[in-house]
């Protein structure tokens, strides 16, 4: 057999040989060997996750000459026909080609047969999402109440674009990203068995650039091995993937973090001659702070170590955990707004200075020589000031003297003018009155209306103030009752706001001016409103 594509040749044959997607196989597995297979399936995730082979273990186990179980043998004619694709009972649909009502319709028909090797006759749809809306209801029935011989797996990328009718009768299981850690351990896997050398950290950049896709991985390791002429090295891997130097990176951070305008622009124009493009540079920029700012909290937050690790550390002593913190966040702005900027160049080069320019008062910057000074602001100029009023000092509030313990009924508005209390229970003591205060004794009255304000819990708040206020110990009773005519401090309160609310009107309605205006221009009064200044 001539050559084999390595996503191809090491594509899993059995769940054991699956790289990640633990949460998914478990319940497979576990569905397998109980014998508790549900009738529908969908598989859901990105490009190269799995999806695809996933469905074929699955199809190989159930119809495996050994019986129904989480390991297919393998070695029988059934798993050797799914492994080449060339089982009759597994039917591969692409949902993409045949996304026609009547072709469906001909797949529901046909799946009222018994299969013909088989035991289970496996319909794998593939990218369903593609399907028109009378293909979906083509499907619905069949789907829902299939024959006991049929299994449905279907995979899609889109599962919004499915009706929620479909995703109702199946079983769905997300498949995640793949960490990149995983997949670097399963491409060094591949290149040892190949015998195929390979430098520490190739596997790493191949990783990051799949973005959790195996497949996209293994493809691209394979368009690797051939750039290097089968032995992988990192300078190679990189030009191939156009990967940003990490060198210009620490460059450029060096330059931010001593404030020299001159190296960061001498640093760019390099990188424009390298032909760097600035969005993957800005995207390494902001790895590379990220990565700093978990060292400066966590120094041994990661385990493995990196081409350039000891740069990063430096780097990690060197810039203030603020000073990281906004470049993280100008590096997002800018990476948003490149598309909108004349070019790529200009767009990276505004946001690196602006990183510059936004510095914290007191931080070490640079002119544009490229020459560190103080940053005191009345020191420099040509640049914008920012200054900050220092605050007012509020006038100290007189302090109200406590009233002596034991006291008389007439002083609690005074008393509940001075207790720390907010809230309910606040209103509680607003609405009582004071009836007996003696040997450490507190006894309230609260009206029937406001009898839901007394519960257990803002009793012990304003038990709790009582003692406070007056540093001892105090026991607090209330009783529901209308036989006290006192005024509570609620009701002077409002009956004071009242009062001024009425003065306001009155001196509103004998003010010259405002006669004046009424009488000219027949206007009138609509609201007056007054303002607690206390």
């Known amino acids: 057999m001539g050559y084999q594509a390595l996503a191809r040749k090491w594509r899993p044959r059995d769940f054991k040989r699956m790289v990640g997607q633990g949460h998914v196989l478990r319940a497979l597995i576990n569905a397998l060997d109980k014998d508790k297979l549900h009738h529908a399936f969908l598989f859901t995730g990105t490009r ?34 799914v492994d080449e694709g060339r089982f009759v009972d597994l039917i591969e ?9 009547d072709e469906t319709r001909e797949l529901m028909e046909n799946a009222q047969f018994l299969p013909t090797r088989g035991r289970y006759k496996v319909y794998l749809i593939d990218e369903v999402h593609m399907f028109s809306g009378h293909s979906f ?3 619905l029935k069949t789907l829902e109440e299939p ?16 009706p929620i009718t479909v995703l109702s009768r199946c079983l769905q299981f997300n498949l995640r990203k793949l960490p990149i850690d995983e997949i670097s351990g399963q491409l060094m896997h591949i290149l040892n068995e190949e015998g195929i050398p390979v430098e520490e950290g190739a596997t790493r ?14 493809s691209l390791l394979e368009q690797a091995i051939s750039y290097c002429d089968d032995a992988l090295a990192i300078s190679d891997v990189k030009a191939m993937l156009g990967t940003v130097d990490r060198v ?18 001498a640093r760019i124009a390099v990188m424009a001659g390298d032909v760097v493009d600035f969005d993957d540079a800005l995207r390494e920029l902001l790895g590379v702070l990220q990565r700093i700012a978990i060292l400066q909290v966590v120094p041994d937050g990661f385990g493995d170590s990196e081409p350039g690790e000891e740069e990063i550390m ?42 510059l320019a936004f510095r914290p008062v007191g931080a070490n910057t640079t002119i544009s020589q490229g020459t560190r000074v103080n940053s005191d602001p009345a020191k420099q100029t040509g640049q914008a000031r920012s200054s900050v009023a220092p605050p007012t000092p509020t006038p100290e509030q007189p302090q109200i003297a406590p009233v002596p313990f034991p006291a008389n009924p007439e002083a609690w508005p005074q008393i509940v003018a001075g207790l720390d209390l907010v809230g309910l229970a606040r209103q509680l003591a607003g609405n009582c009155t004071l009836t007996e205060c003696k040997d450490g004794l507190v006894r309230l009255c609260i009206s029937p209306s406001h009898r839901q304000l007394a519960g257990d819990k803002r009793r012990e708040q304003v038990e709790r103030a009582l003692c406070s206020y007056w540093g001892k110990n105090i026991r607090l009773t209330i009783e529901v009752s209308t036989a006290d005519s006192a005024e509570t401090p609620a009701a002077i309160g409002k009956r004071t706001e009242n009062e001024r609310q009425q003065a306001a009107e009155q001196a509103i309605n004998e003010d010259p001016t405002v006669q004046t205006l009424r009488t000219t221009f027949d206007a009138r009064i609509e609201k007056v409103v007054t303002r607690n200044h206390d």
Do not use: W
């Not at 649909?93 to 009502?101: C, R, T």
């Open 137 to 139: 209801n083509a499907l």
């Open 147 to 162: 024959p006991p011989h049929v299994k449905f797996l279907l995979a899609t990328t889109e599962p919004r674009k499915l």
């Open 48 to 81: 190269g996750v799995g999806k695809t082979t996933i469905a074929r273990i699955f199809a190989k186990c159930l119809n495996c000459e050994t019986g129904v179980s989480s390991t297919p043998c393998g070695s029988c004619d059934t798993c050797r026909e």
């Open 93 to 101: 649909v692409d949902a993409a080609s045949k996304a026609k009502v």
């Open 248 to 265: 210009h990176i620490q460059v450029l951070l060096k330059a931010l973090a001593m404030g020299d305008g001159k190296a960061l622009m």
């Open 205 to 218: 950049l191949i990783s990051v650039a799949a973005e959790g896709s195996m497949r996209d991985a293994l």
């Open 314 to 355: 430096a780097l990690a002593k060197e810039i203030t955990p603020e000073d990281v913190q906004l470049y993280y966040q100008i590096g997002l702005m800018g990476r948003r707004d490149l598309p909108l900027a004349p070019d790529p160049k200009s767009g990276f080069e505004m946001t690196l200075l602006r990183m």
